[in-house]
C-alpha cells in the first residue's frame, strides 16, 4: 500500500510539471501528420483506407477516441501525452530502483522528467515512441516479476508493435533475450533425451541468430555507414556472445530447453494485438493496404537518415573533465596520486575555455548561462555508455557464477535484472536509426536511465559519499539546460490563439493563426483545402480534411525532404489528382518560394502547373497565399 502510494506521488508530480509545459508551442508539421490523422479517425475514417500513415494503427484510433470522446481540441491530446510521461518517468524509476539506490533513481526519475518537461513541440507531439515506450517498459516489468507473467508481457510488446512497429518487435526481442541469457546452457541436469536437447538449441541459436539478421536488415541501406554500425554493434556483439556460450555448452541443459516455453509464451503474447488487427482489416478488405502502408511497401520508399555527429572538442573536454573528476574521487580515498587525473582535468577544462573563447565569448559563456547548452553534446552518449556498463557487470556476474558452479559454492544470483536491462538497452541502440539526433536520443532516454543509475551505484558503493556529491553535481549540471530552457520560455507571451487548440500558442504562429481565422470567415465554411507547405496542422486547426487525403502523407513527406521524387512520383497519380482537384475545387495555401513549398512543386510538375494556370490569390497574409479557383470571387 505505502509503495503504491509513493509510486502514485512520483506520477503525481511528474504530471504536475509536465502539465506546466502542455500550452507551450505548436508544430504544424510534425505534430500535424499525427493530430490530422486522428481527427479523421474521429470522423470515421480508416487509417491506410481513407489515408495513409507509417505509424501502426493504435496511435490513431487512441487519438481519435479522445477526440470523439472529450471534444476536438489539441488541448485534450496534450493532456493525455500529460498522463502518458507521467507513467514512463514512474516505470522509469520502479526499473531503476531493481539495480541502484533510491537516491540514485529519483536523480534520474528527476532528470527525465526534466527533460520531457521542456517547453517544446517535441516532447508534447503524440508521437507513437512515447506509448510504445511504455508498454515496453511494462513489459519488462511483468517479465521480470517474482511470478514472470510471460503472456501479459508479450501483450504489451505486441500492443508496442502496433503503436511503432519497429520498437514494438525490438523490445519483444529484448525478452527474448533475457529468456535465453537467464538460463545459461550448461546450467542444471540433463535429463531430457540427446534429440530433444539438440532440438531446442538448434531453436534458441535460431532465435539468436534471427534477432541479429532483423537488425542487420533494418540498418542494411546505411549498413556501411559508421554511425549504423555503432548502432548495431551493441546488439552484434551481446548476440555473438550468446552464440558462443551456446555451442561451448552444446546440447543444452535441462533449464535452457525449460527455457522455450517462456519464449513460446511471450510469442502468443505478441501475437495476440497484431493478429487482432490483421482479423479486423482483413473482415473490410483493407488487409493488404494495411501491410503495404506498415511493414512492406510504405516503409521501405522513405530515404531518411541523421547520422550520429561528430563530437566537438567541446564536448569530448567536457566529457574528459566528468571522467577525471570522479577518477580524482577514487585516488583521493584511497590516498593514491592525484597528478594524473588531476593533469587531465585541468587541460580538459583549459581546452573548454579556450574552444568557448572563440566562440561565444567567455563573458556570454560564463556569466550568461551559454555553458549550459554543452551537456547537450554529452547526451547522445548516454545510451553507449549505460550498455557498456551494463554489458561488462553482466559479464563479471556470468564468471562468478561459473567460478562458484566450479567451486560447489552456492550461487548468489542478483543478475537478473541486469540480464533484462542489457538486452534491452543493446536493442533499443537501434532505436537511434533512422535519425541518431538530439531529439530522438532524449526520446529513447527511458531504456537507458535504469543501467545509468546502476553505474552511479557502483561507483558510490565503492567510493562513498564524495562519489555521491559529485555524481548528483554533475547530474544537476546535465539538467541545467533543460530547466533553463523552461524558466527562459515560461516569461514570454505569445499572441497566436486557435479555436482547436484551446490555450495553446507559440512563436512565429501568428501568420498561421490569421490565416486559420480566415478560412473560418471568409473562405467557403466547411470546404475542402489544400496545403503545400507541408504543415498539416493547418487542416485540424481549420477543421477541414485534406481534398486529397490519399495523398496527404506523401506530400508530407516529400516537404520534409524524407522521400526520393521518383519514389514520391510512382506513389501519387498526378493525373487523378488533377481530376479530384478540378471536381472539389478546394483552397489551396501556398508559401512560394519556401523549401517545402519548392520541393512539391519540383516533386509534382503537373499539380504544381494545374493550380498555377487555374488559381488566383484570394489574399496574402505573412509569407502565406491563400488561393482560390479562378473563376470564384475572392471574399475577405
Not at 554500425?229 to 535452457?256: C, K, Q, S, T, Y
Not at 512492406?296 to 531518411?304: F, T
Not at 507547405?533 to 525532404?561: H, I, K, N, T
Not at 490569390?617 to 479562378?630: D, E, F
Amino acid at each position: 500500500m505505502a509503495r503504491g502510494l509513493w509510486l502514485a506521488a512520483l506520477g503525481g508530480l511528474a504530471a504536475l510539471y509536465f502539465h506546466g509545459t502542455v500550452m507551450s508551442t505548436i508544430e504544424l508539421m510534425d505534430e500535424g501528420q499525427v493530430v490530422y490523422s486522428s481527427w479523421r479517425v474521429a470522423e470515421g475514417e480508416m487509417p491506410y483506407v481513407g489515408f495513409h500513415q507509417l505509424y501502426g494503427p493504435s496511435v490513431f484510433f487512441v487519438n481519435g477516441a479522445l477526440l470523439k470522446l472529450f471534444g476536438v481540441d489539441l488541448r485534450v491530446i496534450r493532456l493525455s501525452l500529460v498522463a502518458l510521461k507521467a507513467l514512463v518517468a514512474v516505470l522509469v524509476y520502479v526499473l531503476t530502483r531493481r539495480v541502484a539506490s533510491r537516491p540514485v533513481a529519483l536523480v534520474l526519475y528527476g532528470l527525465l522528467v526534466a527533460i520531457w518537461g521542456m517547453p517544446i513541440w517535441l516532447f508534447n507531439t503524440p508521437y507513437a515512441t512515447y506509448y510504445a515506450t511504455a508498454l515496453s517498459l511494462a513489459g519488462l516489468l511483468l517479465a521480470s516479476a517474482e511470478r514472470a507473467r510471460w503472456i501479459a508481457s508479450g501483450v504489451c510488446m505486441g500492443l508496442a508493435m502496433t503503436f511503432k512497429q519497429t520498437q514494438g518487435i525490438f523490445a519483444f526481442l529484448a525478452i527474448v533475450l533475457f529468456v535465453i541469457v537467464m538460463t545459461p546452457p550448461r546450467a542444471g541436469p540433463a535429463t531430457h533425451a540427446a534429440r530433444a536437447r539438440q532440438w531446442a538449441g538448434g531453436v534458441r541459436i535460431l532465435a539468436l541468430g534471427g534477432t541479429l539478421a532483423f537488425a542487420v536488415a533494418y540498418v542494411a541501406p546505411h549498413l556501411a555507414t559508421v554511425s549504423a554500425i555503432l548502432m548495431l554493434a551493441p546488439l552484434a556483439v551481446l548476440v555473438a556472445g550468446l552464440v558462443v556460450r551456446e555451442m561451448a555448452g552444446w546440447p543444452p541443459h535441462d533449464p535452457a530447453v525449460a527455457g522455450l516455453g517462456p519464449i513460446a509464451l511471450v510469442s502468443v503474447g505478441a501475437a495476440i494485438p497484431v493478429l487482432a488487427y490483421v482479423a479486423l482489416y482483413w473482415r473490410i478488405g483493407a488487409l493488404a493496404a494495411f501491410v503495404h502502408d506498415t511493414m512492406v511497401g510504405l516503409p521501405q520508399q522513405i530515404a531518411w537518415f541523421v547520422p550520429l555527429r561528430q563530437p566537438e572538442l567541446a564536448t569530448v573536454c567536457l566529457t574528459a573533465t566528468i571522467c577525471a573528476s570522479f577518477a580524482l574521487v577514487r585516488r583521493l580515498r584511497r590516498g593514491i596520486s592525484l597528478t594524473g587525473p588531476l593533469l587531465v582535468c585541468v587541460g580538459a577544462i583549459a581546452g573548454l575555455l579556450v574552444d568557448r573563447a572563440r566562440n561565444p565569448g567567455l563573458r556570454p559563456y560564463l556569466l550568461s548561462g551559454r555553458w549550459m547548452t554543452d551537456f547537450f553534446g554529452v547526451l547522445p552518449g548516454v545510451p553507449f555508455f549505460a550498455v557498456g556498463v551494463g554489458a561488462l557487470a553482466l559479464l563479471g556476474a556470468a564468471r562468478r557464477r561459473q567460478a562458484a558452479a566450479a567451486t560447489g559454492r552456492p550461487d548468489a544470483g542478483g543478475d537478473e535484472q541486469l540480464g533484462l536491462l542489457v538486452p534491452f538497452a543493446a536493442i533499443t541502440v537501434l532505436q537511434l536509426y533512422p535519425s541518431a539526433d538530439l531529439p530522438h536520443v532524449a526520446m529513447v532516454l527511458p531504456a537507458f536511465l535504469p543501467l545509468l543509475g546502476y553505474a552511479i551505484t557502483r561507483r558510490v558503493e565503492r567510493d562513498g559519499p564524495m562519489a555521491a556529491g559529485l555524481a548528483l553535481a554533475w547530474l544537476a549540471a546535465a539538467s541545467s539546460p533543460f530547466l533553463g530552457a523552461r524558466v527562459a520560455l515560461s516569461r514570454e507571451t505569445f499572441q497566436a490563439r486557435f479555436d482547436r487548440a484551446s490555450g495553446i500558442s507559440g512563436p512565429r504562429l501568428d501568420d498561421a493563426a490569421r490565416v486559420v481565422r480566415y478560412l473560418g470567415d471568409a473562405a467557403a465554411p466547411g470546404g475542402d483545402l489544400l496545403v503545400l507547405v507541408d504543415q498539416p496542422m493547418l487542416y485540424f486547426l481549420a477543421g477541414r480534411r485534406s481534398a486529397l487525403s490519399g495523398d496527404e502523407y506523401v506530400f508530407y513527406v516529400v516537404g520534409a525532404g524524407y522521400m526520393a521524387d521518383q519514389v514520391a512520383r510512382r506513389l501519387v497519380d498526378e493525373q487523378d489528382a488533377i481530376r479530384d482537384l478540378a471536381r472539389i475545387r478546394p483552397v489551396v495555401v501556398d508559401r512560394r518560394g519556401s523549401v517545402e513549398s519548392t520541393r512539391f512543386r519540383r516533386t509534382f510538375p503537373s499539380i504544381a502547373r494545374f493550380i498555377d494556370e487555374t488559381y488566383r490569390p484570394a489574399t496574402s497574409i505573412g509569407g502565406y497565399q491563400v488561393l482560390v479557383p479562378a473563376r470564384d470571387t475572392p471574399r475577405g
